[in-house]
């Protein structure tokens, strides 16, 4: 099948990947609801790769490209029919916090200078300033950067039902991973690393790795703004939409945008800037739609229902926008901002990143304000200082062969409100692809390698760990709480 836009990019669908590759064995002791093993073994198609990164969106990107780029083979495997992730599935189309470094601002610098709302640049010294760019642009982006490397494949339409394990005495090896192509095929790719950045931890929990879900007591941790005891409560979901004007008129009604937060590109928030919004007038803005609580969001039934309560919410209020001359675009999924968080062999919590703690092991720089939604901080509670994300977040305690980037690494629910974002998961991501590459080229265990000479490529990939150590960083343009809203 030829595709006029996939460049250099290797980007399997389902049905090519099939055809492509041949039937081999399946090893014995791989377990899969609904199919006795002849059948697996009849439907199984088997790869074999480097780095295994199971899910292609902000994290995982990152994740390949920097483990390519360091001499190895990567297969990422994503469910959705095509890359991205929250900026592209849930609209999640802003950049919020700083830094933004390393391959995060190759993204960046693509969409900056190509593909704007309205068509300019965005200066540098604009920055601070809200921008959004088209769901869309940020798949063209990426198919841009990663379009030079001809071996790094992508593997779309491939959801992760199972993982490959041994046992290696103290700990479960992961070896690898199954994915579900539909009508009972099954994909399975082995991997010497396979880095979790599915955004809910779903195949660290299938590989056996202890998990967290919902709110620390305040005990735990010493958190002084946690929960007296913990419960399963997880920031609630909000379904992104973009409206768009179909007939020319006046600047946006205020009113009618009041209860949508929404920004248009180089102003700032509704509320704020009304006489920036009206001077651009671009036609087309982003908002936080309605936003509901989900029961369990690791269970894709429960998720159903908080969107249609989230449909139920827009209910008539869609109809008054068409009546002011609106469409709206509503994402295709609802956005999940919390899921399970992986137990690693550190759990970030929020005394580090109030302190400013920056770990001798750091691997990712982060300054962004606590952002738990649904939970009440003052604006002084809510600042951090600039922290930096330590090695041993991203190792799940008691596994090998496995790392963590994303959403999903190790840190209290208070914690990872603020490292969620998307320019820290990015380097987070950048970080553990490097690493996995490391641990394949020298034969080692994940968390052997050696970290001063992760550190050095990372700040070879553009992310100063040495100066942000320093304080050597200009964070003047560090966001105020009230100026950005996720
Ligand atoms: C409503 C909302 C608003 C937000 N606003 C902002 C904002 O303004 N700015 C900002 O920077 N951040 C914002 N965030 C946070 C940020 O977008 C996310 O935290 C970040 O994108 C998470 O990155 P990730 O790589 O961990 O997950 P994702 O980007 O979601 O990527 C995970 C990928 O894994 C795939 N996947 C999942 N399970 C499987 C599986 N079993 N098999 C194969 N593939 C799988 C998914 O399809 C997805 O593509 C917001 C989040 C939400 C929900």
Same mark, same amino acid.
């Given at each position: 099948m030829t595709d006029p836009h996939r460049n250099n990019v290797t980007s399997w669908s389902r049905r090519e990947f099939f055809t492509a590759a041949g039937f081999l064995g399946l090893p014995a002791?791989?377990? +899969? *609801? $609904?199919?006795? /093993?002849?059948? !697996?073994?009849? =439907?199984?198609?088997? !790869?074999? /790769?480097? #780095?295994? #990164?199971? $899910?292609? $969106?902000?994290?995982?990107?990152? @994740?390949?490209?920097?483990?390519?780029?360091?001499?190895?083979? #990567?297969?990422?495997?994503?469910?959705?029919?095509?890359?991205?992730g929250a900026p592209v599935d849930m609209f999640v189309a802003m950049p919020c916090g700083f830094p933004r470094f390393g391959i995060y601002r190759e993204l960046l610098d693509i969409l900056e200078t190509t593909y704007n709302i309205d068509g300019t640049p965005v200066r540098k010294e604009d920055e601070t300033k809200d921008h959004w760019y088209f769901p869309q642009l940020y798949l063209t982006a990426w198919r841009k950067l990663l379009g030079s490397h001809k071996k790094l494949r992508i593997v779309t339409g491939a959801r992760c039902i199972g993982v490959l394990t041994e046992d290696a005495g103290t700990r479960n090896r992961v070896t690898g991973a199954v994915f579900d192509a539909g009508r009972g095929q099954r994909l399975s790719i082995r991997a010497s690393v396979v880095i979790d950045a599915s955004g809910s931890g779903e195949v660290s929990e299938l590989a056996g790795a202890a998990c967290r879900y919902g709110r620390e007591s305040r005990e735990e941790f010493e958190e002084p703004f946690a929960e007296e005891s913990p419960d399963t409560t997880v920031m609630p979901c909000t379904w992104m939409m973009i409206s768009q004007r179909f007939r020319p008129g006046p600047a946006p009604d205020f009113e009618l945008f009041k209860s949508r937060a929404f920004i248009d590109s180089g102003v700032g928030w509704y509320g704020l800037n009304q006489d920036d919004v009206r001077g651009r007038n671009t036609g087309a803005y982003l908002h936080w739609g309605p936003t509901v609580r989900c029961a369990d969001t690791r =269970?894709?039934?429960?998720?159903?229902?908080?969107?249609?309560?989230?449909?139920?919410? +827009?209910?008539?209020?869609?109809?008054?926008?068409?009546?002011?001359?609106? =469409?709206?675009? +509503?994402? *295709? %999924?609802?956005?999940v901002r919390e899921c399970r968080r992986v137990e690693g062999e550190y759990i970030i919590n929020m005394n580090d990143l109030k302190a400013g703690r920056i770990p001798d092991d750091t691997i990712a720089l982060g300054a962004y304000y606590l952002d738990a939604w649904g939970h009440k901080l003052t604006e002084d509670q809510r600042r951090v200082d600039p922290y930096g994300i330590p090695y041993r977040a991203v190792i799940p305690r008691g596994m090998g062969g496995l790392l963590t980037a994303g959403k999903c690494i190790s840190g209290t629910h208070l914690a990872m409100s603020s490292y969620r974002v998307q320019c820290h998961v990015a380097q987070i991501g950048q970080a553990a692809g490097i690493a996995a590459a490391m641990a394949v080229k020298h034969q080692t265990r994940v968390r052997d390698i050696d970290i001063a000479a992760?550190?050095?490529?990372?700040? @070879?990939?553009?992310?100063?760990?040495? %100066?942000?150590?320093? $304080?050597?960083?200009?964070? %003047?343009?560090?966001p105020e709480p009230s100026s950005c809203k996720d």
């Open positions: 002791y791989i377990s +899969l *609801p $609904g199919l006795s /093993t002849a059948e !697996m073994a009849e =439907n199984t198609v088997h !790869m074999e /790769t480097d #780095v295994l #990164v199971v $899910g292609g $969106g902000s994290a995982g990107l990152p @994740a390949a490209l920097a483990a390519f780029r360091q001499g190895v083979r #990567v297969v990422v495997a994503e469910e959705d029919p095509q890359i991205g =269970n894709s039934i429960e998720l159903g229902k908080a969107a249609s309560q989230a449909l139920e919410k +827009l209910g008539a209020e869609i109809e008054t926008w068409h009546r002011n001359g609106f =469409n709206l675009w +509503l994402a *295709p %999924r609802l956005g992760l550190q050095q490529a990372l700040i @070879a990939g553009g992310i100063p760990i040495d %100066r942000w150590r320093k $304080g050597d960083i200009d964070v %003047r343009w560090r």
